[in-house]
């Protein structure tokens, strides 16, 4: 008699959790269909767990996130700071999350009398929307690479991303008015002599922070130095023959991390990447799967200390063989 007892309640509790966890049932609606009362249900849901009939189960992406950064570190010595997302996110609310996180970790970053070179791009531009108010005294910001063209000066754009810098810590900007790309490797020696430049590029070189994001021409995000009039099609035409995966800064840079002597850096504004490893911190904000040879590359080429990245890029490089 106690054994059918026994059978009848776990027989009930099993129905009462089949209801409530996989259809979604409320307790109410149960009580009715079972033709009891509410707080029956309740009990009979709490003899499921306690009799091990419901295994609950809370998987934190918090700890899963932790391993990857973890793998990460010990792999290609970088930091990682992973931004936790579901698989359904779109490209453009990854980049919005990413940026969102890049921003509040940069106030952890700067802090007063420091250089932090800035790169303009989709990504940084984003991230200057999601700075946190930091107030430091006697710190720098200077733009990377000249943001012009043939069809505007790119003022306006870089000097809106660098004065959102700026305002948000307080701090001074330096600008730096050239184009991105100089017809001439010629005309860009000449103007690197010239005393305003050399004043841009001697905070360059004190720099203990640099931002940037990664250019790919196959994001989904486009990244600007593809679509905003840079490139002409002589253009790509070199870099796809000598095997340009991405760039930062408008500097190129191959799958292997080679960079030196593909044609357009010579006319490129951009610091070498030579000059990039020597910068303290490094940090690059990246997001969306199609930027993971341009994450790889840069990785490789050594330029990369901390990278903001959404959880599936950071899985996909970690799963990398």
Same mark, same amino acid.
């Given at each position: ?162 004065? @959102?810098?700026?305002?948000?810590? *307080? #701090? ?7 184009? =991105?790309?100089?017809?001439?490797? !010629? $005309? ?93 911190? @490094?940090?690059?904000?990246?997001? *969306? #799967? ?7 590359? =840069?990785?490789?080429?050594?330029? !990369? $200390? ?16």
């Amino acid at each position: 008699m106690d054994e059918t007892r026994h059978d009848t309640k776990t027989a009930a509790a099993l129905t009462a959790a089949k209801l409530y966890y996989l259809q979604d049932m409320t307790m109410d609606a149960i009580a009715r269909e079972l033709s009891t009362s509410r707080s029956s249900v309740s009990r009979l849901l709490a003899s499921a767990r306690e009799s091990g009939l419901v295994d609950i189960r809370i998987n934190s992406p918090f700890e899963r996130v932790g391993r990857i950064e973890e793998q990460l570190r010990d792999r290609f010595r970088i930091n990682a700071h992973i931004v936790p997302m579901s698989g359904i996110v779109n490209d453009v609310e990854r980049l919005e999350r990413v940026s969102l996180t890049a921003g509040r970790l940069l106030s952890q970053f700067v802090e007063s009398n420091m250089v932090v070179g800035v790169a303009w791009g989709s990504t940084i531009s984003m991230v200057s929307r999601s700075l946190v108010q930091k107030e430091v005294h006697s710190t720098t910001f200077v733009q990377l690479n000249g943001a012009g063209n043939t069809q505007t000066s790119g003022l306006e754009y870089s000097s809106d991303i660098l004065q @959102r810098f700026g305002q948000a810590f *307080g #701090a001074n900007v330096e600008q730096f008015p050239v184009p =991105a790309f100089f017809d001439n490797p !010629v $005309t860009r020696d000449a103007m690197w002599q010239e005393r305003s430049t050399r004043r841009v590029l001697a905070f360059q070189s004190k720099m203990d922070i640099a931002v940037f994001g990664l250019g790919s021409p196959q994001a989904e995000v486009p990244s600007r130095v593809y679509v905003g009039g840079y490139l002409n099609r002589d253009d790509y035409r070199m870099l796809r023959e000598d095997g340009a995966i991405g760039d930062v800064a408008t500097v190129f840079f191959r799958a292997d991390g080679s960079w030196r002597d593909i044609r357009l850096n010579a006319r490129s504004t951009g610091p070498g990447l030579d000059r990039l490893r020597r910068v303290p911190r @490094r940090v690059c904000v990246v997001s *969306g #799967a199609a930027k993971l040879g341009s994450l790889r590359a =840069a990785i490789a080429a050594g330029i !990369v $200390t901390d990278a903001v990245l959404d959880e599936t890029l950071a899985r996909l490089l970690s799963e990398e063989n």
